[in-house]
């Protein structure tokens, strides 16, 4: 089976934040977006928004430091990084490791919480309208334009030196 | 009224970790000084013994207490521990904890700490027990004591450990760490001792070995200073490099709070003992510098986990990459960089809301 990933397209975000109320609704039955695993970054003044999901890492600190194995990863589901609740005992280690920020503690289950692409029906991609975040093949992704950033970024990380 | 409600806007994109508070600073602590003091006085008891001359029972019982003023190090520890649990969000679950050691830290530490409470309670049990068939000089109880010895070290370079091995704070991820806790915990270890064993009457504040042990804290005083002074120096340098990352705002805000203490209790002991030598046997000054550096040891820890900064998500620093926000330390590429940036801002000051 092809391995899918979340895309995220961050000229096409519109900050409506739906993502995260759709989210919270499918995990958690409330609308509450501190309790979704999609959080989205505003530069209000500037009118720059971020959508910001799990990386799914393949070397994932989060699996690494969990002490319980809780954080494990399932390559039969899409390679994807995920935590088992009935395992975690909500030490927080995975949210501190992660370069990412992503984990989040779950103040009312008390467990923490991430990213498990929805069981491969991700809720935020299906509800996203303006199409900024997608669900696609991971070899069938804009390989062009990603080069292209690299470059910048490698260009102004050395500049930065 | 908007810097009031987003407080963040402030310190732009740097936010200290809020996971772990003061509840793992006082499990970090007591695991540190237990383990410090459990190794000193292992030594003093190897290379003086004063628990040979000396037998201290309480309350007409037939147990000497005289070794457990030295070996009580375990029992820190043990009191420790459960705050850990305190922080976890199933407590219930804590036992769960041992379930990686391969690659986790936490769980290694679980091993590490339980190990050096077993052994160490042992010994601390049999210094008291009266029975001459625990007294004997068997090559196994020496082999013990070393394995014992050698959990106290692990446990106490251990709390720095666990913090060097979170990789995206870079206050917390460098060697320099764990040394600065091992030797804080030797320090707080050995203050500690010197307060049991005064209290409980093994030694006193007069005598020649007091002296002697007075001098090895405040040499390990000087070393502690070392230690901290090359940590937050390299620490400056790598911010320089870096180009206003996480490190300033340790420097600037964080230690004005908690550094105070901290060179209060490794300066201030130092000049109690000259006060007191002028006051000739008042033990209430050396009791005083003793609580000094001890409280120092629990703010170095809390400093240390209040400051941790991560560095910024790299998709964050893309974006403002993308858009001209941030500044670059070239001023021919700042140049350059202000004339593609949005609305002509180039340096403007980062703003986000989660």
């Known amino acids: 089976m092809d391995e899918k990933v979340l895309v995220v397209d961050q000229q096409k975000c519109t900050g409506c934040r739906q993502c995260e109320l759709v989210c919270s609704v499918y995990h958690t039955g409330s609308s509450n977006p501190s309790r979704s695993r999609i959080k989205v970054v505003k530069w209000e003044e500037e009118g720059i928004y971020l959508p910001l999901i799990c990386n799914h890492c393949e070397e994932a600190y989060c699996v690494e430091v969990c002490p319980t194995k809780a954080c494990h990863r399932e390559p039969e589901n899409n390679n994807r990084v995920t935590i088992d609740e009935k395992l975690c005992i909500g030490c927080k280690t995975c949210i501190i490791a992660c370069p990412f920020g992503h984990p989040f503690f779950d103040i009312k289950d008390r467990v923490t919480r991430k990213c498990d692409y929805c069981d491969g029906d991700p809720q935020c991609v299906v509800f996203c309208n303006p199409k900024a975040v997608s669900f696609m093949d991971a070899d069938k992704m804009d390989v062009a334009r990603r080069r292209e950033a690299a470059i910048k970024w490698a260009d102004f990380m050395k500049q930065g030196r | ?354």
């Open chain 2, 1 to 354: 009224m908007t810097e009031f409600n987003y407080p963040i806007r402030q310190a732009r994109h740097l936010k200290p970790q809020e996971h772990w508070g003061w509840i793992v600073a006082i499990y970090l602590y007591l695991a540190g000084m237990g383990a410090g003091s459990f190794i000193i006085g292992t030594l003093i008891d190897w290379s003086i013994g004063p628990s040979r001359f000396i037998r201290i029972p309480i309350l007409n019982l037939p147990f000497d207490f005289s070794k457990a003023t030295l070996l009580w190090g375990p029992i820190l520890v043990a009191i420790g521990a459960p705050f850990l649990i305190l922080d976890l969000g199933i407590k219930k679950r804590f036992l769960y904890a041992c379930l990686n050691p391969r690659t986790s830290w936490v769980a290694r530490g679980f091993i590490i700490l339980s190990a050096f409470m077993i052994f160490g309670l042992i010994f601390l049990v049999k210094s008291s027990f009266p029975f001459k068939w625990l007294h004997g000089e068997s090559v196994l109880w020496h082999i013990l004591e070393i394995i014992a010895l050698a959990f106290a070290f692990a446990t106490a370079l251990y709390t720095g450990v666990l913090l060097k091995a979170t990789k995206s704070i870079p206050l917390w991820n460098t060697y320099g760490l764990p040394l600065l806790f091992l030797v804080s915990a030797l320090s707080t270890g050995l203050m500690a001792i010197i307060l049991s064993m005064l209290g409980s009457g093994l030694l006193t504040y007069d005598s020649v070995m007091m002296k002697i042990l007075i001098i090895g804290e405040e040499g390990l005083l000087v070393l502690e200073g070392i230690v901290l002074h090359l940590f937050l120096s390299i620490k400056l340098k790598a911010t320089k490099h870096a180009g206003g990352s996480t490190r300033i705002i340790w420097l600037s805000e964080r230690l004005t709070l908690f550094g105070g203490v901290i060179l209060l209790s490794l300066l201030f002991p130092g000049l109690l003992r000259n006060i007191t030598s002028l006051f000739r046997g008042e033990v209430v000054f050396m009791v005083l510098a003793g609580t000094l550096l001890l409280s120092g040891g629990f703010f170095l820890r809390l400093g240390v986990l209040r400051a941790g900064i991560r560095d910024q998500i790299p998709m964050k620093r893309w974006i403002e990459f993308q858009y001209g926000l941030i500044k670059n330390p070239k001023p021919e590429y700042r140049r350059a960089q202000g004339r593609s940036a949005i609305g002509g801002k180039s340096e403007t000051n980062l703003k986000f809301i989660f």
